[in-house]
């Protein structure tokens, strides 16, 4: 059994210095001060086992045969939480602005999916992912990710677990303060 307590999740972003302030642009089309930068974290290699080690424990009860996440952000991790969990890890990519199975991956009925990503912020890949497993008929019995920054409005319909829940302030562009200061807001991972 491996156990990691959130703090120890947040110490090792800090660590790898994966915890960035500044203006952001998410990925959920929401500001903010802070982002979280999962691939430097999960560019070491022990780190990423450790982290997939952990959070296979948190779902290892769910007894997935198959793990699905989006790219590109959740393929490290879904990798790691495959290896812990001795089951295949896929990975579903945006094709014509949809998430997708490409590269003959599969899914069908029987197959037990956990969905693993690395950040949920609005839930919304996460989701998108749950459904691409339905559609190819298999059974999503829970989902988990490194990090819950959504403030418990992940809104899943299936079990979630994340080994640390963050609370980074997120704004609609509407109304972001940070906007007011005339600072652009930029996407993580184009320049950082
Ligand atoms: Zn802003």
Known sequence: MTTMNADEVL???KRCGALLTGHFRLTSGLHSSGYLQSALVLQHPREAE???????????????????SPALGGIVIGQEVGRALGIRALFAERQDGRLQLRRGFGLGPGERVLVVED????GGSTRETIEVARAAGAQ?????????????????????????????PAYEPAVCPLCLTGEPAIKPGSRN
């Open 119 to 122: 950040v949920v912020t609005t």
């Open 50 to 68: 450790a982290l997939g080690a952990a959070l296979a424990d948190r779902v290892r009860a769910f007894d997935a045969t198959a793990v699905l």
């Open 140 to 168: 999503v019995v829970a989902a988990g990710a490194i990090i819950d920054r959504s403030g418990g409005e992940q809104r899943l319909d299936v079990p979630f677990h994340a080994l640390a829940t963050v609370t980074l």
């Open 11 to 13: 110490e090792r972003f």
